[in-house]
């Protein structure tokens, strides 16, 4: 073991102020001068025609009591959160104040026999929303999308909408990840408010409610399940390679079902309904689900070297909407020594990934813009890589869209929440002791900070409400529910609530440490010790190891610096980094299925990314 890194990496996570800052900005925002951004279609999974995108100049105030304010501050640029300067604001949102935004809109005509969807792509932490002075709702959660049907409100001409955001970040329990409100280490800075895409949707008065595709890869099939107020007949066209498919669905297939209990449709708090992977808000409580199986005579499977996708379009009624699928299918068995092996497609597959935390220095949470998504993407795909782990943090759903495209397979963190962490008992002790970290049982809830009961059950229903909104996505391989025992509890009997809801994904139940003997895979972070393959039951994988850091000069964040071994030079960096993937080629041979370097940029005071904060410089590239 690195003592020495191991103890300097300590020491540097524990410092209580960071040192002087810079701004850094990507070349995504050069020249953007507060144009709107962000203006493509948010949810390609569920595409209608008919849509008016809402980001761009809203007006702000922050205020210390909930009630509406006189006057505005100014202007904030959405979908960037007050913190970030992309907003135009860079103020932040205290624990206990309200943040308003207010927009006026003008429309010319309201189309008979169509309703219209206010859509929000994530709001954090929680908010209450009034179309035209009407109260709409409320939600809660600052990573899922909402939606609220504001047909009954509409007037031709003027209409105003008003939020209002609370959010306490790391002082609450709700889910925050990696935010604080005192950033250092590997704690970044807080952000709040409106931080995704949101927009208008015109939709007939009975649409495609939820739409959900699970390929069904042994038996060559694909399932479909559609949610709509009524019965209504339907025509599902599957575009293959070479050929296309076309499915009747006949209104007889629809049965009545409850939303809140097995219909797939969340109701959010107050009346807005929380919206999953291709799910659209509605007003009843009740709903008309149809599940028909549609067979693929051509197969053609989904990998990172092929990513295949089937463009899918349904019609029913009205309505029309347009989608796509991949069939793959990700599990655990045995390679042909009988070792246990993650395989993809029913065959022993090596996942060779990167840890991917996506915040960008003028934008936190919020990508700059859709290219800057690709190039993340694209950049890991050149240097080897075939899967990244999104860690404790949901991406807007086009992240996925072009992970599935690209071919790029993704582990997706829960993000956690709970009381606050106590850094020697769940990172220092088992960094220096892991193999007692076993015997520890996440049912005792005070060593996790999880004294408060009713923050657990929201955030198992957080928890599987994440895994409903991303169910679709082809790239999404595995779950896993808790890192490093963050906020971790009950994780056996949680692993078996996402099963339930998701039996084609492995789960990785306790990534990093206090392994509770349940899940798909034995999953060990390993930043100080020679790297090695653990007998086990399960799958090995390495969830996390490398860290290596490198400062570039002129495009650091901070005068302090947090990572796992320092490197003086570029060229040490390199080889420090290949000898590591050298490593990792020869674990594969004795049973290693898979790992996760450890990152994909530089973040404020963490330098151990494969690229710059600012995107601008590859550590392992010279420059041109």
């Known amino acids: 073991m690195r003592v020495w890194s191991a103890l300097a990496a300590m020491a540097a996570g524990k410092k209580k102020n960071g040192g002087e800052t810079a701004e850094l900005t990507t070349l995504w925002s050069e020249g953007a001068d507060g144009a709107p951004a962000l203006r493509e279609y948010p949810r390609p999974q569920l595409r209608r025609e008919e849509w008016l995108c809402l980001n761009g100049p809203w007006r702000y105030a922050f205020t210390e009591r909930g009630v509406r304010p006189e006057r505005f501050d100014g202007t904030i640029q959405v979908p960037f959160s007050p ?9 932040r949102l205290e624990p206990g104040g309200y943040l308003w935004y207010f927009r006026a809109l003008t429309l010319c005509g309201v189309p008979k026999g169509r309703r219209l969807l206010l859509h929000f792509g994530a709001v954090d932490d929680r908010c209450f929303v009034w179309w035209n002075g009407s109260l709409l709702g409320s939600h809660r959660n600052g990573y899922l999308p909402f939606s609220f049907d504001v047909t009954e409100h509409l007037r031709e001409g003027k209409n105003t909408i008003w939020v209002r955001v609370q959010d306490d970040s790391d002082a609450g329990r709700q889910c925050r990840g990696k935010q604080s409100l005192h950033p250092k280490g590997m704690f970044y800075t807080a952000q709040s408010g409106i931080w995704q895409t949101v927009w208008l949707e015109w939709v007939p008065e009975n649409y495609i409610e939820r739409l959900k595709i699970t390929p069904l890869f042994d038996e060559g099939e694909v399932r479909l399940e559609l949610v709509m107020a009524r019965p209504e007949a339907a025509e599902i066209l599957i575009q293959g390679r070479d050929t296309s498919y076309l499915h009747h669905l006949g209104a007889e297939a629809f049965q009545l079902v409850d939303k809140g209990n097995g219909g797939g449709v969340r109701p959010g708090a107050g009346g807005g309904i929380r919206m999953g992977a291709g799910m659209a808000g509605g007003g009843a409580a009740s709903a008309y689900r149809a599940v028909c199986t549609v067979a693929l005579p051509e197969l053609r499977p989904w990998s990172p070297e092929d990513p295949f996708l089937y463009d899918l379009e349904i019609r029913a009624g009205e309505d029309r909407v347009r989608s796509y699928f991949a069939m793959r299918k990700f599990s655990a068995g045995t ?87 106590s850094m020697l008992r769940l990172c220092y002790l088992p960094t220096l002791f892991p193999s007692l970290t076993a015997r520890v049982r996440d049912s005792a809830y005070r060593f996790f900070a999880r004294t408060d009961a009713a923050a657990r059950r929201s955030w198992e229903e ?163």
Not at 83 to 91: D, L, P, Q, Y
Request: charged share 25%; glycine share 10%; with cysteine.
């Open 83 to 91: 913190e970030s300067r992309r907003s135009g604001v860079g103020r």
């Open 335 to 421: 390679d042909e020594k009988g070792r246990p092996r993650l395989m993809l497609n029913n065959r022993p597959y090596f996942f060779n990934g990167v840890l991917d935390q996506g915040y960008w220095p003028e934008s936190l949470y919020t990508p700059p813009d859709d290219r800057a998504m690709i190039f993340d993407i694209e950049q890991m795909k050149a240097l080897g890589f075939n899967l990244m782990r999104k860690h404790v943090k949901i991406e807007p759903l086009r992240w996925y869209y072009h992970c599935d495209r690209l071919g790029m397979a993704v582990w997706q963190d829960m993000v956690n929440g709970g009381g606050r962490l």
């Open 462 to 624: 957080d928890c599987l409400a994440e895994v409903e909104h991303l169910y679709n996505c082809p790239c999404i391989g595995m779950w896993v529910p808790f890192n490093e025992g963050w906020g971790q509890f009950d994780a056996l009997r949680i692993t078996g609530a996402i099963r339930r809801l998701d039996g084609s994904r492995p789960v990785d139940h306790a990534s990093g440490w206090f392994d509770q003997g349940g899940g798909d895979v034995k999953s060990v972070h390993n930043y100080f010790r020679r790297l090695r393959v653990q007998k086990d039951r399960r799958p090995f994988v390495l969830s996390e190891y490398g860290g290596i850091t490198w400062a570039a000069e002129g495009h650091t964040y901070s005068s302090a610096s947090y990572g796992y071994r320092t490197c003086r030079s570029r060229e040490q960096f390199a080889r420090e980094f290949w000898k590591l993937q050298n490593r990792i080629s020869q674990l594969e041979k004795q049973g290693l299925s898979a790992a996760v370097y450890t990152q994909v940029s530089d973040i404020e005071e963490e330098i151990n990314g494969l690229f710059t904060y600012d995107r601008r410089v590859c550590k392992l590239k010279a420059p041109e």
